[in-house]
């Protein structure tokens, strides 16, 4: 197998125009906008001469919450008008910095040109359905050794990651050259690849802070964008946010660092965006019929990987093979030549989603096995709890689980139809990095010192996580109790008659 560095650079030449500079010369005037979430704003354009490229249009293809519109039937946004909206929110951070008092100068337009480019490029790197695709090929071998062998990419998600790569490519830089050269511009690839993976020098934090940080152009369109097409209202403040940052320097972690910090006046929008990312994880990202779609989208990955069929009319050995699939021609059956595939699809397609087998929570395990605050046991979370992840041996983990409670269930339906299914909780660390100035301070605070956010993640973890063990319903009934007998024997789990009553909801 080619290393991925030089599968990206393929990749990436087959989605530029060959001529870049008679493309660029049919790019001399700005371009309007108009969203349904910001409204209007407009793209300079060299903007639009990257918007237009093949490697920028197949966003259009991606759905921005994978399959969530099968349970939420309005939520069929792309990645694409997000990656606009991207673009929308850097702008107003870029204007909010640069109109504070402390800016000196640092939000130039050579800065502001970066951060936009990273904005319309930081999710060039998505396969199909988003993160469940990334997901998976996050732990794929080719990804693995890149990071083993790239070590300062180790806290990058696979997607990020490979927009870097994208970004690095000789045809991007190839692009980029004849945009500065045409346009007169300072674009810099290796900066963009740096604001998009979060790992500029000390000194430009606040540069990556506005794409990649922890109250970024990204979240500032995310959660207000999935919240309104799936009709789960969110609310932020963002004219108060915008009026309450400024770049500062000073000292964290033994260095300086230039970053972006808000001032305890502007507190309430930052809660608001914590509250609006355990709302949407509650009220959708971990929705079990969103969640059971996952895992026969995973189905689909695993048995193509291990059989080497082909899907969408590719086969899924590395990663840059997931970048030459977009949502539809994943699902079409014609392109697959595996069987128990082809049924998969169709089932997504015509929406016979897994029913729940198993619900593990609180609330279905006996009080007996609460501590007084409330709190699951210690093997619960030990046993259970720890088997959520996506590294290559949580899955083999979970898969040997699943394969024995589908023996002990007397093989009522295949194999790859039987799934155990334990979601992440949702990370806070943006209150571990955001900086917060307050009256009498000499030194900013972490948003944490204000906001105790561990407590609610503590919380959300005892009385909204949820695992399932998924199962087609005819295998339900038979699935849920062998299931039970599994969970006893290895952590001594006892389940309440709700474990399965919900099951049937």
Known sequence: ???????????????????????IDTYASHKIIHDALWGTFKLTPYEVALLDTPLLQRLRYLHQTGAVYLTY??????????????????????????ASALDEGRVDASCEDNVRYAALLHD???????????????????????????????????????SALIVQSPAFQNFVSGINSKRKRKLNCDKIAQLITGTTDASEVFMSEIVHGPFDADKLDYMPRDGMFSGLKMHVDLDRLFHSIRILTANFDGESQTRIAGHLSGLSPLTQVMFNKMLLFTGMYHHHKVRAVDCMLWAIFLLATERGAK??????TSCVDFLRLTDDRLLIPELCNDDDIKSLITDIRERRIWKKALVIARNTVPPSMHNEAGESPHHLYAGVATLAGNTQEKVRIRREIAKRIWEVASKPCPIHKVWLDVPQPPGMTEAKQMWIEAPGQLEPHTLEHFIPVDKWVELYGAHQSRAHVFAPAEACKAVGEAAKKVFYDLFKLEFLDQATAFAKS
Do not use: N
């Open 73 to 98: 039937p309005s939520a069929h946004h792309t990645r694409f008008e997000h990656s606009l909206g991207v673009l929308c929110q850097s702008g107003r951070l870029c204007a909010a910095l640069k």
């Open 124 to 162: 060039t790197g998505h396969g199909p359905f988003s993160h469940t695709s990334e997901q998976f090929y996050s732990s794929l071998p080719d990804m693995e050794q890149f990071q083993r062998d790239h070590p300062e990419y180790s806290q990058s998600g696979g997607g990020e990651i490979l």
């Open 311 to 316: 899907v969408g009319g590719s086969t899924l």
């Open 1 to 23: 197998m080619q290393p991925l560095k030089e599968q990206i650079d393929a990749f990436v030449a087959d989605h530029l125009p060959t001529d870049t500079v008679a493309w």
